[in-house]
T-cell receptor
Framework: DQQVKQNSPSLSVQEGRISILNCDYT??????FLWYKKYPAEGPTFLIS?????DKNEDGRFTVFLNKSAKHLSLHIVPSQPGDSAVYFC?????????FGQGTRLTINP | GAGVSQSPRYKVAKRGQDVALRCDPI?????LFWYQQALGQGPEFLTY????????KSGLPSDRFFAERPEGSVSTLKIQRTQQEDSAVYLC????????????FGPGTRLTVL
C-alpha cells in the first residue's frame, strides 16, 4: 500500500506565478514531513520540512502547509523561477525512516 | 567534500554477478540510510545504521541484499547473484543523529543488471 501519495505526476507553471505541489498520506503516526527536490543524475536535496505539531512553515519563497485532519500537505513556491524546474518528492518520517511519494515533475515556463 | 559521496556512480552487472556499492557519509553523521529508487518512483527504504549497529533492515528485498558499516562511518551495500529486477538507483543518506529530522542524500549509484 502506498502510504504517501503524490497524485500529480507533472505540473507546468508560468514563471513568476505560484506553484502548488500536493501530497497525501495515510499513516497518522508520521511525525515529520519533508520536501526534497531532485535534478537528473543527482540525489534528492532537502528543501523544507514541517513537524506534525505545526500547520505551516515558511522559508523564503517556499512554504509548506500541513492539514492533519485531511492527512494532506502542500508545498507553495512563489514566485516560481526557471531554476525550480525539477522533480519534487514529499516524504514522511515514521520509525526513523522516510517514506516517499512518487514525485511530481515541475516545469517552469518562461 | 562536505556531502555524502557514493561510488561507483554507475555499475553494469551481468545477471548472477555480485556487486558492492559504497557510501561515504558526511563526517560526524551517526545515522546512515540506504534507499532503492526504481525508475519513475520515489526512493524506498532498505536499511539503516546508527554508528555500526544495523537497527532496521526490514526493507531489504531478499537475503541476497546485505549491508554493513563495520567502523561506523563508510557503509557498503552488497547484492549477491544480481537479477534484472535489482536494476535501480541506490541512494545513501546520512543524518546527524536518529532524532535529527533531515537526511542528506548522496548522488546515488545507478545499477543496471543485464
Amino acid at each position: 500500500d502506498q502510504q504517501v501519495k503524490q497524485n500529480s505526476p507533472s505540473l507546468s507553471v508560468q514563471e513568476g506565478r505560484i506553484s502548488i505541489l500536493n501530497c497525501d498520506y495515510t499513516n497518522s503516526m508520521f511525525d515529520y514531513f519533508l520536501w526534497y527536490k531532485k535534478y537528473p543524475a543527482e540525489g534528492p536535496t532537502f528543501l523544507i520540512s514541517i513537524s506534525s505539531i505545526k500547520d505551516k512553515n515558511e522559508d523564503g519563497r517556499f512554504t509548506v502547509f500541513l492539514n492533519k485532519s485531511a492527512k494532506h500537505l502542500s508545498l507553495h513556491i512563489v514566485p516560481s523561477q526557471p531554476g525550480d524546474s525539477a522533480v519534487y518528492f514529499c516524504a514522511a518520517r515514521g520509525a526513523q525512516k522516510l517514506v516517499f511519494g512518487q514525485g511530481t515533475r515541475l516545469t517552469i515556463n518562461p | 567534500g562536505a556531502g555524502v559521496s557514493q561510488s561507483p556512480r554507475y555499475k553494469v552487472a551481468k545477471r548472477g554477478q555480485d556487486v558492492a556499492l559504497r557510501c561515504d557519509p558526511i563526517s560526524g553523521h551517526v545515522s546512515l540510510f540506504w534507499y532503492q529508487q526504481a525508475l519513475g518512483q520515489g526512493p524506498e527504504f532498505l536499511t539503516y545504521f546508527q554508528n555500526e549497529a544495523q537497527l532496521d533492515k526490514s526493507g531489504l528485498p531478499s537475503d541476497r541484499f546485505f549491508a554493513e558499516r563495520p567502523e561506523g562511518s563508510v557503509s557498503t551495500l552488497k547484492i549477491q547473484r544480481t537479477q534484472q529486477e535489482d536494476s535501480a538507483v541506490y541512494l545513501c543518506a546520512s543524518s546527524f543523529s536518529l532524532s535529527y529530522n533531515e537526511q542528506f542524500f548522496g548522488p546515488g549509484t545507478r545499477l543496471t543488471v543485464l
